[in-house]
């Protein structure tokens, strides 16, 4: 098979794949509210059905980049195109939260075995020339996605009901699935290597530990089992020195533009998931909108977003692309600022120009992040890489709804969202935007730390 058909192939894949997966997650959003009445649970228990999907992925991601490494990046994607489909055909049928949330699970594992090989895959069937032209075109696909989710989200629940998101993966998968198993050849920088369970099972552990202890904060172990995650996120990371066989090289963990990519990046994909959950349940719980009027509210981030993100890619042509994401982090910390001021009449002009403003950054900080953990690595760490900027990313959306879901056990406790509860709400609404408008300030600044 040419060069050429191979790309478009991969690109293909990728595209369908990533597409529909992002398109799940902003469209869930929406239908959080739908899904709480129809299926009777809380508000906190709303926040778990995110935190399950970003705690299963945060602690598969490296694992099933690994994998991919030794195995076959095309093989594991395979697998996870089919889990993930499976996984959102079980969701449409669930008759409980229980239910819901167990499917859930299934779907993060497919999602994490596809984003842990995604960009890894693409960087290794790319030529020199086109590299970061391809890449900046995947890493916009996403973004589109996360725009029309929350327009696709609405139109489909208000007219099929909330089901309806999930079966719309369904064909997506099958395409997916179609394309490539026609893609000839396979890419694995690592085979006949052992795969280091020790450190998977550690980290996983770990991760469930500080997601657990902040979603029950208010309970008086929670310090305790969150300090026990943290130390387990240390012994992870001992361990890679002292095993054989790590799930990340050494090398690769003691370089200073890898510990400074992920850092910033996990900070600033904090807000990812809980902007959009947190004003979903404003809009259509407190502001009264409907869910298709909500969506199209939340659209413009992602509209923003995904302009920024390809205008970052032919920047960074001529920019280096740590600059490129530094100006989007500081400008991520100022949109996420103006939500502090948010109370229960605030003007939509004012919340659409938040949202926009808060894309411009993402989307500018997104690709060359992403860019910075493909460049400067050799080939044989790209997948590890990918991977480890891909956990970052759900580690820090985790952290975020973990903070988000401190904040509702503090103010509002097992409450569900009625008028009685709207004040409580909107103090808990406020503590996350703060807490990351400043993190996200500060963490901006390590890139301007010279390499050496």
């Not at 999602?111 to 020199?128: E, R, Y």
């Not at 009625?418 to 103090?427: D, S």
């Amino acid at each position: 098979m040419e060069t050429k058909t191979i790309q478009k192939y991969v690109l293909i894949v990728c595209a369908l794949s990533s597409f529909v997966i992002t398109v799940t997650t902003s469209s869930v959003n929406v239908a959080l509210s739908t899904i709480g009445r129809d299926l009777m649970v809380s508000t906190s228990f709303l926040t778990w059905l995110q935190n399950i999907y970003l705690l299963i992925g945060a602690s598969f991601m490296i694992p099933f980049g690994r994998l991919g490494e030794i195995h076959g990046k095309k093989k594991i994607m395979t697998y996870g195109i089919i889990v993930f489909t499976i996984g959102s055909l079980l969701c449409a049928v669930s008759t409980s939260g229980d239910m819901l949330m167990f499917f859930r699970a299934i779907q993060a594992i497919g999602s994490a075995m596809i984003f842990s090989n995604i960009f890894s895959l693409i960087t290794s069937v790319s030529t020199p020339g086109e590299g970061a032209k391809i890449l900046g075109i995947a890493v916009a696909i996403p973004y589109i996605g996360l725009s029309l989710g929350p327009v696709l989200g609405g139109i489909l629940t208000n007219d099929f009901g909330w089901r309806s998101i999930f079966l719309f993966n369904v064909p997506f998968g099958i395409a997916a699935t179609y394309f490539i198993l026609k893609l000839e050849g396979e890419w694995c920088e690592a085979v006949g290597e052992k795969f280091d369970y020790i450190s998977s099972i550690v980290l996983a552990l770990s991760l469930t530990a500080i997601i657990y202890g902040l979603s029950i904060i208010t309970d008086a172990t929670a310090p305790y089992i969150i300090l026990a995650g943290m130390v387990g996120v240390i012994i992870f990371f001992y361990l890679q020195g002292k095993l054989k066989v790590p799930l990340i090289d050494p090398e690769i963990i003691h370089d200073r533009i890898f510990l400074i990519n992920n850092t910033t990046s996990l900070i600033n994909y904090g807000p990812g998931i809980f902007v959009t959950f947190l004003l979903s349940l404003y809009f259509q719980d407190i502001r009264l909108l409907s869910a298709q009027d909500a969506g199209l509210l939340l659209a413009v981030q992602s509209v923003f977003v995904a302009i920024f993100s390809a205008i970052s890619g032919r920047l960074s042509v001529k920019i280096r692309p740590r600059f490129i994401a530094a100006t989007g982090i500081f400008i991520t910390s100022f949109a996420l600022a103006l939500f502090v001021s948010l109370g229960e009449y605030t003007s939509y002009y004012f919340i659409i120009a938040a949202l926009a403003i808060l894309g411009c950054g993402y989307g500018l900080s997104a690709t060359a992040s992403t860019e910075i953990s493909m460049r400067y690595f050799d080939k044989k760490f790209r997948g590890v890489s990918s991977a480890s900027l891909n956990t970052t990313q759900y580690v820090g959306q985790m952290l975020g709804m973990g903070i988000t879901g401190a904040g509702l056990a503090i103010y509002m406790g097992a409450a569900h969202l009625i008028p009685q509860n709207f004040a409580l709400f909107i103090e808990a609404f406020k503590l996350p935007f703060e807490v990351f408008a400043v993190a996200c300030f500060i963490v901006a600044f390590a890139y301007f730390i010279p390499r050496k």
